[in-house]
Each structure stands twice: as C-alpha cells, then as structure tokens.
C-alpha cells in the first residue's frame, strides 16, 4: 500500500468529519431545517420540539465538521449552512436530496423552515 500525499489524507478526513456529522437524526433534521435558511437557536427549538440544549448540543457538532456557520446578535445565535467547497457540498445535497426521497414529510419541514426563515429575517429575536 502506498502512502497518501498529506491533502489526500486532508480530503479524506474532511469527507469522514461530514458523515460522522450526517451519522445522527438529529443532527441530519437540523441540517435539513437549515436548508431553508437562516435560523435562530430558538427557531429551530420550537420546529423540532427539542431541548435548547440538545439543540445546541448537535448545531456544535455540526460547526465543529464545518457544516453550519453560526453568527451572534446579541444574546442570540444564529445558524446557517457553511460555504462549503464544491465536493463536500455536493455530498451534503445527496445527503438532503436522500432524505427528501425518503420521507416527503422532510421537504415540507423544510419548507416551515424556510417561511420561519423569512419571518425572523423581517424580526429578529429578542
């Protein structure tokens, strides 16, 4: 077996830190919230009925492998999908593409998501 130039063992642990990240339904629910945009700490509590700590718990997870970027307002965070680069972020809509497929109930909390998105980019939390 030959030995791996250091970026392809980069690649490689990169694609690992994204299916480890996938490998959770919390955290693939929240990816897929996320999906619609723009979401608070406190959107994403009341669209998964979840703790605010589990909630937190999983959105730290899923920034430590680089999929959600978080920015703070205040008191508040809030978290998006990370910029990702062109083979990690078409491993991730596989990913949410697979999940529509599986249960079209998916894409329409995706859709809440989104309309939720909206809503809190014309009224911030306070």
């Known amino acids: 077996m030959t030995t791996l ?12 830190a994204l299916h480890e990240a996938c490998g959770d339904p919390a955290r693939l629910r929240l990816l897929n919230l996320l ?6 700490v406190c959107d994403l509590v009341e ?8 909630v937190s718990r999983h ?3 899923l920034r430590e492998a680089g999929l959600v ?5 205040g008191k508040f965070a809030y978290y998006q999908l990370a910029e990702l680069g ?3 972020q078409r491993q991730l809509d596989a990913v949410l593409d697979s999940l529509h497929a599986a249960d079209p109930r998916l894409r329409r909390e995706r859709d809440a998501a989104a309309t939720s998105a909206a809503k809190r980019g014309a009224t911030p939390c306070r």
Request: net charge positive.
């Open 5 to 16: 130039a250091p970026a392809t063992r980069s690649a490689l642990r990169g694609i690992a």
């Open 35 to 40: 999906a619609g945009g723009e979401l608070c």
């Open 47 to 54: 669209l998964t009925g979840e703790s605010q700590p589990f």
């Open 59 to 61: 959105l730290a997870r």
């Open 69 to 73: 970027s978080v920015e703070r307002r």
């Open 86 to 88: 062109s083979h990690a």
